[in-house]
């Protein structure tokens, strides 16, 4: 008996002119698909025209060997700490692998060597609390890693030496305190860069640099003070950016500059009491909207004339404002409490 079971689904075909043989034939498939079932112990296989997918579930056994032709496999939720040095041996074709919800804490620099077609790894939720340097020799075409929710405090650049095509890196839900310089020099294809909830204090200056092409930027849930001029200069084409939920006191007048592309911005839950004059004209092109929009609620607004160009920006843009009930005043004691929209209304 194979480790999995099998996906049945053949059409009934032609009439047989022996029913009794078709009867027959009907009760050994019967049996067979049940024993099948009733198996608890089976991953499920999959077989389609691309090659096999293999899922596999508690209460069902770590697979013992894969078909030669798995191009999709996920063993998902069994806590396992550690995986079997032969796991992915002879699924050459695999593309895409699923190990969330275990609780690996390390893996062996030679792990991913069998899968050099790999496009999609997904770790989340293990333990890892590092990364063997030279996992990712032979994953030149790894495009998706997703190393959220571990127990990552830091990281070494080498770590992700290899990669080469890497389109969405998600480190969100770790506890990284700082990156390493150079730490993306090398992802000229990264689209989507999740670092949110961690406990970063700074970036480096260099993080961004191109040639990366970020479309969507997560950093919420940090503990970031400050936004510089530079983090956001070499990425114009960002359209998605998350800053809720830090520390923010201050946001440097230049750092929106040149996102012409910007579809969201979140800057909620912050602390910012104001914004220097010129943040928010230089934010999007004179005549276009933010397609889904931006918040910046839940921060101690100082309502003071200080803020008028936000006020004047709020006025523009107010149809693409998130929680507007949210967004108040903290001070002067005159409009303490007052909406920034009714405020800027009135001005
Ligand atoms: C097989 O691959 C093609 C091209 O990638 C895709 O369009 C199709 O949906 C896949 N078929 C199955 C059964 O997965
Ligand atoms: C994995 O751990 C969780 C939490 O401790 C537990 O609820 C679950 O039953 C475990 N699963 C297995 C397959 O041991
Ligand atoms: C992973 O860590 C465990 C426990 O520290 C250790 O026994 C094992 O050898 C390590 N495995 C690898 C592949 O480094
Ligand atoms: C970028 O790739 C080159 C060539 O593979 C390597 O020598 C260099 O260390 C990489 N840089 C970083 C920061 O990973
Ligand atoms: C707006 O906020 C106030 C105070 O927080 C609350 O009492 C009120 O119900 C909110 N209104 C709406 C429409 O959510």
Partial sequence: MSSWSRERNQSPGVLDPHPSRTLLFLVVIVALVQGVIL???????YP?????SVVCQPPAEFPRYLPADTVYLSVEFFNLTQLPDTTLQGASNLR??????????NLSAEFLFPVPRLTVLDLTHNALIRLPPGLFQA???LATLVLKENQLEVLEASWLHGLRDLWHLDLSGNQLRTLPPGLLANFTALHILDLGNNQLETLPSDLLMGPLRLKRLHLEGNRLRTLGDDLLRPQPGLCYLFLQNNKLVSVAVRAFRGLQQLEMLDLSNNRLASTPAGLWASLGGPTRDMKVGFDISGNPWMCTPELEDLYRWLMANKDRMFSL???RCAG????????LLAVAESQ
Avoid: I
């Fill in 96 to 105: 895409e692998l699923h190990l969330s919800n275990n609780r690996l804490e």
């Fill in 325 to 327: 009930n949210d967004t």
């Fill in 139 to 141: 994953s030149a075409v």
């Fill in 48 to 52: 389609s025209s691309n090659g096999s």
């Fill in 39 to 45: 198996n608890p112990k089976a991953c499920q296989l």
């Fill in 332 to 339: 002067p004691e005159a409009l303490r409490g007052q909406t």
